[in-house]
């Protein structure tokens, strides 16, 4: 099969994203018109064990020294007011959209409105004071339903999502909690113990909840004790060396933790380059003496407070799987420990170790830009500059950040992760000319993020997740190729460094990380989701059959009519708008794209409108079936155009 081509034109003056929206509906199409595949150069696409890491084609940035940085106001070109200016976010409805659509996991039109002509900066920092919404009250509020805990007829952990991503109040909050599971990746994938015993991955998640808006080490630590960390990268139960029967402690997190969560394969200089020996070669951040000295950290760590508590029974094995891990001194480690540059001496006591590890990690000088580079590619554009990286690593290094109204976040620590999301979202380099005149600014959005946005924008119901089947398990490559928290290895379902091959865009070397979950699978996929949900199909002939039987195998009652209408929208405002197509766009431009539709999409949603009767000339029942099926043409023409497909 012939290798996509990408179209990434030259410079353009009207909207840079759309070069990147071009790129994503070729590439979808001409693996449509081949043999399948996803563009990648891995096969299969989404293999389901962990590929090599191939480091980022425009890796991070060494960040400078922790002062706070210099923010001055980006200047806004004229007719350009729909990226806003820094210190000017909220200046138009188009504008408002745009920064809820990179900041939420979706814009509605109530805070649209009740937005529009104030200040980013006061929204932002009132999402820092909510309260953390916890995944624990779901998980306990649907496993009391049933007897056993094994075999679930589907994870409260998705079901907790579909429920915050679309009502949770700390909406900046619960989208740094999904950006993060993607760094630090844990998975209920394959069907084992994380999927039957649902209680590790909830901990987890509440880890990544509280911490969020936190501190990263602190973030680090909490993951390291917790027992779904401890089992997907296999050191619960990891013992010390025994010369005698030639055993080693478990290497896995002692890799990971490096490679992913903290500093990356190489060393990097502050312009984002890669540093090079005399030979031109880079300079790797570790080998593998360095992963067997840190693996030696990571033992004698166990599920529950005795090592008895870990048993067959679900109901402890739940328990012990919602708490921290216990260590265990007998069981850790008593030689030293050499690792980047630093030796922890024999015979320090285990919880010693680790925190003297992490205190090391954390002091790499490449840990913000890695990791700030990553939450800028999950949240506003998949190839950041070097000085937008800079940027952002420079308020990760100094825990501070001095937002466009000169209100500062972050409490002067590194790792703050609240002065970090700042300057991700108030960056210079994320708004106004820079963006307008950037051809590489932008970024495909996750399936997961155009289907929450869906659910927002037209106000269902998401307090029943359980009564939508589709939405158990969306990860197959035929949906949407991604599910929250079910990433096929630790490598999440993209790697930060992807570059898509045989495109022109690979050929730039732009890092385009969606790119490989986009495939002759997944964009059929991601049509067919949205058409179910777009024309409320809803729980109706088998499907409500299987999920009356399913309900009747765990004894729960299921009511049909509340079936029937689960995640069913109402479209009041649109229907009302349907018999002029011109003000439809209009609204879900502003709405779903931020006002980023061309005149020639535009255009072919109108001719597609325009083939049905107007409803203004029909009466009853047909007046509403026209409006409905305008209304519903209109959404799915949007979310699947071009400039929707790719923020910007």
Same mark, same amino acid.
């Given at each position: 099969?012939?290798?996509?081509?990408?179209?990434?034109?030259? &410079?353009?003056?009207?909207?840079?994203?759309?070069?990147?929206?071009?790129?994503?509906?070729?590439?979808?199409?001409?693996?449509?018109?081949?043999?399948?595949?996803?563009?990648?150069?891995?096969?299969?696409?989404?293999?389901?064990?962990?590929?090599?890491?191939?480091?980022?084609?425009?890796?991070? $940035?060494?960040?400078?020294?922790?002062?706070?940085?210099?923010?001055?106001?980006?200047?806004?070109?004229?007719?350009?007011?729909?990226?806003?200016?820094?210190?000017?976010?909220?200046?138009?409805?188009?504008?408002?959209?745009?920064?809820?659509?990179?900041?939420?996991?979706?814009?509605?039109?109530?805070?649209?409105?009740?937005?529009?002509?104030?200040?980013?900066?006061?929204?932002?920092?009132?999402?820092?004071?909510?309260?953390?919404?916890?995944?624990?009250?779901?998980?306990? *509020?649907?496993?009391?339903?049933?007897?056993?805990?094994?075999? +679930?007829?589907?994870?409260?952990?998705?079901?907790?999502?579909?429920? &915050?991503?679309?009502?949770?109040?700390?909406?900046?909050?619960?989208?740094?909690?999904?950006?993060?599971?993607?760094?630090?990746?844990?998975?209920?994938?394959?069907?084992?113990?994380?999927?039957?015993?649902?209680?590790?991955? /909830?901990?987890?998640?509440?880890?990544?909840?509280?911490?969020?808006?936190?501190?990263? #080490?602190?973030?680090?630590?909490?993951?390291? @004790?917790?027992?779904?960390? %401890?089992?997907?990268?296999? @050191?619960?139960?990891?013992?010390?060396?025994?010369?005698?029967?030639?055993?080693?402690?478990?290497?896995?997190?002692?890799?990971?933790?490096?490679?992913?969560?903290?500093?990356?394969?190489?060393?990097?200089?502050?312009?984002?380059?890669?540093?090079?020996?005399?030979?031109?070669?880079?300079?790797?951040?570790?080998?593998?003496?360095?992963?067997?000295? +840190?693996?030696?950290?990571?033992?004698?760590? =166990?599920?529950?407070?005795?090592?008895?508590?870990?048993?067959?029974?679900?109901?402890?094995?739940?328990?012990?799987?919602?708490?921290?891990?216990?260590?265990? *001194?007998?069981? &850790?480690?008593?030689?030293?420990?050499?690792?980047?540059?630093?030796?922890?001496?024999?015979?320090?006591?285990?919880?010693?170790?680790?925190?003297?590890?992490?205190?090391?990690?954390?002091?790499?000088?490449?840990?913000?830009?890695?990791?700030?580079?990553?939450?800028?590619?999950?949240?506003?554009?998949?190839?950041?500059?070097?000085?937008?990286?800079?940027?952002?690593?420079?308020?990760?290094?100094?825990?501070?950040?001095?937002?466009?109204?000169?209100?500062? $976040?972050?409490?002067?620590?590194?790792?703050?992760?609240?002065?970090?999301?700042?300057?991700?979202?108030?960056?210079? *380099?994320?708004?106004?000319?820079?963006?307008?005149?950037?051809?590489?600014?932008?970024?495909?959005?996750?399936?997961?993020? #155009?289907?929450?946005?869906?659910?927002?924008?037209?106000?269902?119901?998401?307090?029943?997740?359980?009564?939508?089947?589709?939405?158990?398990?969306?990860?197959?490559?035929?949906?949407?190729?991604? &599910?929250?928290? #079910?990433?096929?290895?630790?490598?999440?379902?993209?790697?930060?460094?992807?570059?898509?091959?045989?495109?022109?865009?690979?050929?730039? %070397?732009?890092?385009?990380?969606?790119?490989?979950?986009?495939?002759?699978?997944?964009?059929?996929?991601?049509?067919?989701?949205?058409?179910?949900?777009?024309?409320?199909?809803?729980?109706? %002939? *088998?499907?409500? =059959?299987?999920?009356?039987?399913?309900?009747?195998?765990? %004894?729960?009652?299921?009511?049909?009519?509340?079936?029937?209408?689960?995640?069913?929208?109402? @479209?009041?405002?649109?229907?009302?708008?349907?018999?002029?197509?011109?003000?439809?766009?209009?609204?879900?431009?502003?709405?779903?794209?931020?006002?980023?539709? /061309?005149?020639?999409?535009?255009?072919?949603?109108?001719?597609?409108?325009?083939?049905?009767?107007?409803?203004?000339?029909?009466?009853?029942?047909? #007046?509403?079936?026209?409006?409905?099926?305008?209304?519903?043409?209109?959404?799915?023409?949007?979310?699947?155009?071009?400039?929707?497909?790719?923020?910007?």
């Amino acid at each position: 099969m012939a290798r996509p081509t990408l179209y990434f034109p030259a &410079h353009h003056h009207t909207f840079s994203a759309l070069s990147l929206a071009r790129s994503f509906v070729l590439v979808a199409f001409t693996l449509l018109a081949g043999c399948g595949g996803g563009g990648s150069s891995e096969p299969g696409g989404s293999p389901t064990t962990p590929p090599a890491l191939v480091p980022p084609a425009d890796p991070p $940035v060494t960040a400078p020294a922790p002062t706070l940085p210099d923010n001055p106001p980006a200047t806004v070109d004229e007719g350009m007011t729909i990226f806003g200016s820094r210190d000017a976010v909220f200046t138009s409805r188009e504008s408002t959209s745009r920064f809820l659509s990179l900041a939420t996991f979706g814009a509605t039109e109530e805070a649209i409105a009740s937005l529009v002509g104030t200040r980013a900066e006061r929204w932002f920092l009132d999402q820092l004071a909510l309260e953390p919404t916890l995944m624990t009250p779901v998980f306990e *509020e649907y496993t009391n339903q049933f007897d056993s805990l094994a075999f +679930l007829p589907a994870s409260p952990n998705t079901m907790g999502f579909w429920r &915050h991503a679309v009502s949770a109040p700390d909406q900046l909050r619960q989208r740094m909690v999904f950006a993060l599971s993607q760094i630090l990746v844990v998975s209920d994938f394959g069907g084992e113990l994380l999927s039957d015993v649902p209680s590790a991955v /909830t901990y987890y998640l509440d880890a990544l909840t509280r911490h969020a808006l936190g501190n990263y #080490r602190e973030l680090l630590e909490e993951i390291t @004790y917790s027992p779904a960390m %401890g089992h997907y990268l296999t @050191y619960a139960g990891n013992l010390p060396a025994d010369e005698t029967t030639g055993r080693m402690p478990d290497e896995n997190y002692a890799r990971e933790i490096l490679q992913l969560f903290s500093i990356g394969l190489v060393e990097l200089n502050d312009d984002g380059s890669v540093k090079t020996n005399a030979e031109g070669q880079a300079v790797e951040t570790y080998d593998n003496r360095d992963v067997t000295g +840190l693996a030696r950290v990571f033992t004698g760590l =166990e599920f529950g407070a005795e090592p008895d508590d870990f048993d067959d029974e679900s109901e402890l094995l739940s328990a012990a799987l919602s708490q921290p891990m216990t260590l265990f *001194e007998f069981n &850790h480690s008593k030689h030293a420990k050499t690792f980047l540059d630093t030796t922890i001496p024999p015979n320090t006591p285990g919880m010693q170790s680790v925190s003297m590890a992490l205190d090391r990690i954390m002091a790499h000088p490449n840990v913000g830009p890695f990791i700030g580079r990553q939450l800028i590619q999950r949240f506003t554009t998949s190839h950041p500059t070097p000085a937008y990286i800079r940027e952002v690593a420079g308020a990760f290094n100094s825990g501070r950040y001095l937002l466009p109204d000169n209100s500062a $976040v972050g409490d002067g620590r590194k790792g703050d992760l609240s002065a970090t999301i700042a300057a991700v979202l108030f960056s210079p *380099e994320a708004h106004g000319s820079k963006v307008a005149d950037s051809d590489t600014f932008g970024k495909p959005r996750e399936p997961i993020l #155009r289907l929450t946005q869906w659910m927002r924008a037209f106000a269902v119901d998401a307090t029943r997740p359980d009564l939508a089947p589709i939405l158990y398990d969306l990860l197959p490559n035929e949906l949407l190729g991604q &599910h929250p928290y #079910r990433s096929r290895s630790v490598f999440n379902f993209y790697r930060p460094g992807y570059v898509a091959p045989g495109s022109l865009s690979g050929a730039e %070397g732009l890092t385009v990380p969606e790119f490989q979950i986009t495939n002759a699978s997944t964009n059929p996929g991601y049509v067919n989701v949205m058409t179910h949900f777009i024309f409320n199909v809803g729980a109706e %002939g *088998e499907e409500l =059959e299987e999920l009356e039987e399913l309900f009747d195998e765990f %004894g729960l009652p299921l009511d049909e009519e509340q079936a029937l209408q689960a995640f069913i929208a109402g @479209y009041e405002r649109e229907r009302a708008l349907s018999s002029m197509p011109g003000s439809l766009i209009d609204h879900l431009d502003m709405l779903l794209a931020a006002g980023q539709l /061309t005149d020639n999409t535009r255009d072919e949603i109108a001719r597609v409108l325009d083939l049905i009767p107007d409803p203004n000339g029909l009466a009853g029942e047909q #007046r509403f079936e026209a409006q409905q099926l305008r209304t519903m043409l209109a959404v799915l023409m949007t979310m699947t155009a071009p400039e929707y497909l790719v923020t910007q």
